[in-house]
């Protein structure tokens, strides 16, 4: 079997995990995240291009970071103005104090969520340039479509229409990887040699 079969099958059902695993259990998820790496890897060593695999490692960092800033910024702020307005406002009757406190929590959470959309669209970005990688050597331009939903989805996510664009890439994610080849076509084989 060679490597584009493996990638095949292990992008597909990688996929197709994460897909399911987003609804049923963060651990299904993370296993499909494994297979679509190991997936990405097997492409990128077959075709000797190694920014394929290293385009989508630094789409996945900036996928981590975008949730771990997000989450940081918005405890940051949530907190420190939990702790501001308890010691400034001594004399404050508590409705008051409280109303403070929620209009800060409110503007913690929407820096830690534009934040999160910033990364999220770098990541995005080199999602996509692997996936333009992967379709030029295998010919299956379904990962071009693939990367740029993605990328629309990423942009368009905080207005709510980019989560229905992005489980579109997705379902089109988990095609493009049961459409491969299970060898690489004749002439992006030999523009590798």
Same mark, same amino acid.
């Given at each position: 079997?060679?490597?584009?079969?493996?990638?095949?099958?292990?992008?597909?059902?990688?996929?197709?995990?994460?897909?399911?695993?987003?609804?049923?259990?963060?651990?299904?998820?993370?296993?499909? =995240?494994?297979?679509?790496?190991?997936?990405?890897? #097997?492409?990128?060593?077959?075709?000797?291009?190694?920014?394929?695999?290293?385009? #989508?490692?630094?789409?996945?960092?900036?996928?981590?970071?975008?949730?771990?800033?997000?989450?940081?910024?918005?405890?940051?702020?949530?907190?420190?103005?939990?702790?501001?307005?308890?010691?400034?406002?001594?004399?404050?009757?508590?409705?008051?104090?409280?109303?403070?406190?929620?209009?800060?929590?409110?503007?913690? =959470?929407?820096?830690?969520?534009?934040?999160?959309?910033?990364?999220?669209?770098?990541?995005?970005?080199?999602?996509?340039?692997?996936?333009?990688?992967?379709?030029? #050597?295998?010919?299956?331009?379904?990962?071009?479509?693939?990367?740029?939903?993605?990328?629309?989805?990423?942009?368009?996510?905080?207005?709510?229409?980019?989560?229905?664009?992005?489980?579109?890439?997705?379902?089109?994610?988990?095609?493009? #990887?049961?459409?491969?080849?299970?060898?690489?076509?004749?002439?992006?084989?030999?523009?590798?040699?």
């Amino acid at each position: 079997m060679s490597k584009l079969s493996n990638a095949k099958i292990f992008g597909g059902v990688g996929a197709i995990l994460t897909l399911i695993g987003g609804l049923i259990s963060e651990v299904i998820s993370l296993i499909g =995240v494994v297979l679509i790496f190991i997936a990405v890897k #097997y492409i990128s060593e077959e075709t000797k291009d190694n920014s394929i695999f290293n385009n #989508y490692l630094i789409s996945f960092i900036f996928r981590i970071c975008s949730i771990v800033a997000a989450i940081a910024i918005a405890l940051l702020i949530i907190g420190g103005a939990a702790f501001g307005s308890i010691l400034t406002q001594k004399e404050m009757n508590p409705k008051e104090m409280f109303g403070d406190i929620a209009e800060e929590i409110l503007v913690g =959470v929407i820096i830690g969520l534009i934040v999160m959309w910033i990364f999220l669209i770098i990541s995005a970005t080199y999602l996509r340039k692997s996936y333009d990688s992967i379709a030029k #050597y295998t010919k299956v331009d379904l990962f071009k479509t693939t990367g740029m939903l993605y990328f629309i989805g990423a942009i368009t996510v905080i207005i709510i229409v980019g989560l229905f664009i992005l489980l579109i890439a997705i379902i089109l994610e988990i095609v493009s #990887y049961f459409s491969l080849p299970d060898e690489l076509p004749e002439s992006a084989a030999e523009t590798i040699q």
